[in-house]
């Protein structure tokens, strides 16, 4: 069964079901699909979702007063504690969107080995989180982690793949069009040099989404299929 992919950044898509919750169980059917099909005693996909700076911590709000620093002996001679003096500077950080699937080497002390990522629209906004994506994305390679890019997001232009292929130099076949939908497969490998082999393929609203190649690090290399766990992420929200 094919399923073109959907515009879930437009109406009536946008308001029926947000699109971090429909990634949130893509995440989750990509994951559970991985591990029916690895080995069992070998590998792992866990899913990992998180809005970053987005969302509001849940919890309550504490204000303590500039009170007299407070002193504390363990009785067995140890330091004193004091309260901490005034920072030099308060700020908020800027936590990016991580939505992903992340795969683990069972016999290799769980050394991560393969990663998936989904781009949210807060990964591509401003430079500063495409940076931030970008630098996530070069630190995988540069450890020879097998990497998947999964960028459906219609309501930014920017094109991460073409943005990391400009930081690692890469040839101008390593482009895309200049279309904002898109997956690509990353492998890298060190012998005398690093050496990277990519398999970049258009994701356009109202076509199927393209299988990729997954390349674990010193393991095997599988068949992505994105088209499944995408049909299971939609009917999980009646679409």
Same mark, same amino acid.
């Given at each position: 069964?094919?399923?073109?992919?959907?515009? #879930?950044?437009?109406?009536?898509?946008?308001?029926?079901?947000? $699109?971090? @919750? *429909?990634?949130?169980? $893509?995440? /989750?059917?990509?994951?559970?699909?991985?591990?029916?099909?690895?080995?069992?005693? =070998?590998?792992?996909?866990?899913?990992?979702?998180?809005?970053?700076?987005?969302?509001?911590?849940? +919890? @309550?709000?504490?204000?303590?007063? %500039?009170?007299?620093?407070? &002193?504390?002996?363990?009785? #067995?001679?140890?330091?004193?504690?004091?309260? @901490?003096?005034?920072?030099?500077?308060?700020?908020?950080?800027? +936590?990016?969107?991580?939505?992903?699937?992340? *795969?683990?080497?069972?016999?290799?002390?769980? !050394?991560?080995?393969?990663?998936?990522?989904? +781009?949210?629209?807060?990964?591509?906004? =401003?430079?500063? &989180? !495409?940076?931030?994506?970008?630098?996530?994305?070069?630190?995988?390679?540069?450890? %020879?982690?097998?990497?998947?890019? *999964?960028?459906?997001?219609?309501?930014?232009?920017?094109?991460? &793949?073409?943005?990391?292929?400009?930081?690692?130099?890469?040839?101008?076949?390593?482009?895309?069009?200049?279309?904002?939908?898109?997956?690509?497969?990353?492998?890298?490998? &060190?012998?005398?040099?690093? =050496?990277?082999?990519? $398999?970049?393929?258009?994701?356009?609203?109202?076509?199927? *989404?393209?299988?990729?190649?997954? /390349?674990?690090?010193?393991?095997? @290399?599988?068949?992505?299929?994105?088209?499944?766990?995408?049909?299971?992420?939609?009917?999980? #929200?009646?679409?």
């Amino acid at each position: 069964m094919l399923m073109p992919l959907l515009d #879930h950044f437009r109406p009536p898509l946008e308001s029926r079901a947000p $699109w971090s @919750s *429909i990634c949130s169980f $893509w995440v /989750v059917a990509v994951a559970r699909q991985l591990n029916r099909g690895l080995p069992k005693d =070998r590998y792992r996909a866990f899913a990992t979702t998180n809005l970053g700076s987005q969302v509001e911590a849940d +919890v @309550s709000e504490f204000e303590f007063g %500039d009170g007299p620093p407070v &002193h504390e002996r363990n009785g #067995h001679g140890g330091l004193a504690t004091v309260s @901490s003096p005034t920072a030099v500077a308060t700020f908020e950080p800027n +936590v990016p969107d991580d939505f992903a699937v992340r *795969i683990n080497d069972l016999r290799d002390d769980m !050394r991560l080995v393969g990663a998936i990522e989904f +781009v949210s629209p807060a990964n591509k906004d =401003r430079e500063r &989180h !495409r940076r931030q994506f970008l630098a996530k994305c070069v630190g995988y390679l540069d450890a %020879d982690v097998g990497l998947v890019m *999964i960028d459906v997001v219609t309501n930014r232009t920017a094109n991460l &793949h073409n943005e990391l292929m400009e930081v690692l130099a890469g040839p101008a076949r390593t482009r895309l069009p200049d279309v904002p939908t898109y997956v690509a497969a990353y492998r890298s490998t &060190h012998d005398v040099r690093q =050496r990277i082999d990519t $398999w970049p393929y258009a994701a356009a609203v109202g076509q199927p *989404i393209p299988s990729v190649p997954l /390349v674990l690090r010193n393991g095997p @290399s599988v068949t992505l299929e994105l088209e499944q766990p995408y049909i299971e992420a939609l009917a999980d #929200h009646n679409l």
